[in-house]
């Protein structure tokens, strides 16, 4: 399998997520997620990761797409899972800010 790019666009990361193709990942910390989230989206903060690495693990097959708020934190977050056995895992470009103009634009900026 080749590998996939680390950054995904949010309209790609729509269709797979629809698809169940992939499963979304916010990093962001518990009290951005309470202003705004994506349904659906696994809340596992970056301060927690790597302790809660082995919750993910079950996961490690399947592409992890992963979202913060301007895709920074999530890019990080991705090279991390991908060293540490999650080869699927990729960044949403532009994070849940971008989401919120092409996909989503009901869902509040901050």
């Not at 302790?51 to 920074?72: K, N, Y």
């Not at 977050?77 to 699927?88: D, H, I, K, S, Y």
């Amino acid at each position: 399998m080749s590998e996939l790019p680390l950054e995904v666009s949010c309209q790609e990361t729509k269709t797979l997520v629809d698809a169940a193709d992939a499963v979304l990942i916010d990093c962001r910390e518990e009290d951005e997620h309470q202003l705004v989230h994506i349904a659906g989206a696994r809340l596992t903060p970056m301060s927690e990761l790597a302790a809660r690495v082995e919750d993910l693990r079950p996961l490690a097959d399947q592409r992890l797409i992963v979202h913060c708020h301007h895709g920074m934190r999530s890019a990080q977050v991705a090279v991390w899972l991908r060293q540490n056995g999650f080869e699927r895992a990729q960044s949403m470009a532009g994070g849940i800010d971008r989401w919120s103009d092409e996909i989503d634009p009901s869902l509040p900026k901050y």
